[in-house]
């Protein structure tokens, strides 16, 4: 199929054939030629950010909301660069995203002409892989070929970055029958001697453990983890970036390990003998001290990336491909094992476990000044909010409480910044989330911190007509630095406290005041900071359907997450409350 237009009506004609509904972004001069046959397409929304960091952010809410890559587009220079901490963001959590920039044209490229900036240089190491297009004729094959390998094997984002002066010149457009990749297989069906090993250590276990990272959740492999947990009795733990891939609520979900993970979670891993790692990555935060995490165990790792198979720790069974095929076959492994006899008991062990968890529950301390408890508000917003809706959380000590305090019910059902941590995430997420699913309620989960760093976006969804929910926690402070030197730096509180300027009397600093910061974007502003009015604040939000909802939740401004294992340390020395570390009920190995 070949027809005579220009690169820009390409670039848009490629989008059209790919099935992309909506990009999120900002035009400027070097991507300019791209907007004016985007003005006619009536295929593809264009929503117009406020910045391009959002532009990103969104396209990683969309992408989270639908399963397919979110794009985004900007133009040269800082345009580009401002999209650099979004593909950092989705290339830590394998989040499929398209970025198409605009270049200046290709005689000036290297001469520092005007916003340029080597943006395929710059976003190298945080792209799973990325374009230059100098020539109109290959615009198509390159959209072609960049979808693919952001959907594809482990997702990630792709740029492309496209001179203007390609965008100008005619060109034919073709596309082409399939992408041409040479180099790249992902390999998704995996090995299997690997998995029959795999069930054979399963069976011959005491103290088995599934750890279950996003890697589950991006191949939509939710239903095949329940059958194969439910039919070995195996103990589930889902890190952050896995919440809702294995119900909350299933009693054999010990819930979240790590840093501030449960304690039976943590002490689980620490005291397995097998476990069997599916899409995960034993990231720090998961293991604390590498040197010290779970010394006794034998590591099955299944993952679709062979990069992450033994980085961290080596696998005694590596396994490659993707999780949907690893478990689907591990199930007919480990049943076939048990038609012959051969078959785990785990009995003892989940006594040993059971007692960890009724002894250390998550749970919290009311504050003994009568202030709000930001662990009430996230814990009364899931349950009145329900397990349907979708929670996206910035990054901090909110998050934190999300994960924690929230049931995450459904694959999908939560939405973070995982790896990268990135500030800032929640609004714009947010708004993807809600373009990319319109029909669920989308709440937003934030701080005070992270608010302020991208809210400017509310306009966008205001303008749009992109309802949001937003449920600022507002304690004043940067509240996980704050934690950090409450307990490691004598309380030298250096620069967290986001209100310094001199208090009325009344004690109420409102800079900025967000009720009316959301009543001037549009949207409207509620305030809550007593624990009577909370259910009824919800409510009132949940009751407004056609503008987007900012909460202002004023709450204790010490507040602290816990459990907590501090960084660099063993996951033994996990603190379950201030001063309290649990007792480890230890039976004979």
Same mark, same amino acid.
């Given at each position: 199929?070949?027809? =005579? ?13 790919? &099935? ?44 989270? *909301? ?13 345009? /580009?660069? @401002? ?19 605009? =270049? ?25 892989? @990325? ?14 070929? *960049?979808?693919?390998? $952001? ?69 939509? $492999? ?40 449960? %304690? ?14 599916? &899409? ?11 040197? !010290? ?10 993952? #679709?990336?062979?990069?992450?198979? !033994? ?36 009995? /003892?062990?989940?006594?040993?476990? @059971? ?36 929670? %996206? ?9 999300? $994960? =924690?305090? #929230? ?5 999908? !059902?939560?939405? @973070?910044? &995982?790896?990268? &941590? ?6 714009? /997420? ?19 911190? +992270? ?9 966008? +969804? ?65 305030? +809550? ?31 602290? %997450? ?7 340390? !063993?996951?033994?020395?996990? =603190? ?14």
């Amino acid at each position: 199929m070949t027809e =005579q237009m220009t690169g820009a009506q390409s670039l848009i004609r490629a989008l059209e054939h790919v &099935g992309v509904d909506v990009v999120f972004g900002i035009p400027g001069g070097a991507i300019l030629p791209a907007y004016d046959p985007l003005y006619d397409s009536t295929k593809v929304r264009h929503i117009l950010m406020r910045h391009e960091q959002g532009a990103g952010h969104a396209a990683e809410g969309y992408a989270y *909301a639908t399963g397919r890559p979110g794009v985004c587009i900007a133009t040269s220079g800082p345009g /580009a660069t @401002n999209l650099v901490t979004p593909l950092a963001d989705a290339y830590m959590d394998s989040v499929p995203v398209v970025a198409i920039t605009g =270049q200046v044209a290709s005689p000036a490229i290297g001469t520092d002409a005007f916003q340029e900036a080597d943006i395929c240089g710059i976003t190298m190491p945080i792209t799973k892989h @990325n374009f230059l297009v100098r020539d109109p004729s290959k615009i198509a094959s390159t959209i072609a070929e *960049a979808f693919h390998i $952001a959907s594809t094997g482990r997702p990630g984002p792709v740029l492309v970055d496209i001179a203007k002066d390609a965008l100008q010149a005619q060109t034919r457009f073709e596309w082409p029958q399939r992408p041409e990749l040479p180099g790249y297989r992902p390999v998704t069906k995996p090995h299997g001697k690997q998995v029959r090993e795999a069930a054979r250590l399963i069976a011959e276990a005491k103290r088995p453990v599934l750890y279950v990272g996003g890697g589950v959740f991006k191949s939509g $492999a939710s239903k095949e983890l329940r059958v194969l947990a439910e039919l070995t009795g195996i103990p589930v733990v889902t890190t952050l970036m896995a919440l809702g891939t294995f119900p909350s609520s299933h009693p054999q979900n010990l819930g979240m390990p790590g840093m501030h993970g449960t %304690v039976a979670a943590v002490g689980a891993l620490q005291r397995a003998d097998l476990i069997v790692a599916l &899409g995960a990555r034993f990231d720090d935060r998961v293991t604390g001290k590498l040197s !010290s995490f779970a010394p006794h165990a034998t590591i099955v790792h299944a993952d #679709i990336d062979p990069a992450e198979i !033994s980085k961290n720790r080596y696998a005694d069974v590596p396994i490659v491909g993707d999780c949907r095929e690893v478990i689907a076959d591990l199930i007919v492994a480990v049943r076939a094992d048990q038609a012959a006899g051969r078959q785990g008991d785990y009995t /003892a062990w989940w006594e040993q476990l @059971n007692r960890m968890r009724e002894t250390y529950p998550l749970g919290y301390t009311e504050p003994e000044d009568g202030s709000l408890a930001p662990q009430y508000v996230i814990k009364r917003i899931g349950q009145i909010v329900g397990p349907d809706a979708t929670y %996206v959380a910035g990054v901090g000590q909110h998050q934190m409480w999300a $994960a =924690q305090f #929230i049931d995450h019910q459904r694959p999908g !059902s939560f939405v @973070n910044s &995982g790896g990268a &941590g990135t500030m800032g995430f929640a609004i714009p /997420a947010a708004l993807g989330a809600k373009v990319g699913d319109p029909d669920r309620v989308i709440w937003a989960i934030d701080g005070d911190g +992270c608010f302020q760093m991208t809210n400017q976006e509310l306009a966008t +969804c205001a303008i749009e007509g992109i309802p949001i929910k937003v449920a600022v926690i507002n304690n004043g402070n940067l509240g996980m630095v704050r934690q950090w030197q409450t307990l490691f730096y004598d309380g030298r509180y250096s620069n967290t406290n986001l209100h310094t300027a001199p208090t009325p009397e009344d004690g109420k600093v409102r800079i900025p005041d967000f009720v009316r910061l959301a009543e001037a974007y549009g949207c409207v502003g509620l305030r +809550c900071d007593r624990a009577e009015d909370v259910d009824a604040t919800i409510e009132k939000a949940m009751a407004i359907n056609d503008v987007p909802v900012v909460i202002d939740f004023t709450v204790h401004h010490d507040a602290m %997450v816990w459990p907590m294992v501090p960084a660099g340390v !063993s996951n033994d020395d996990i =603190q379950y409350a201030r001063d309290m570390a649990p007792e480890w009920d230890d039976e004979e190995e």
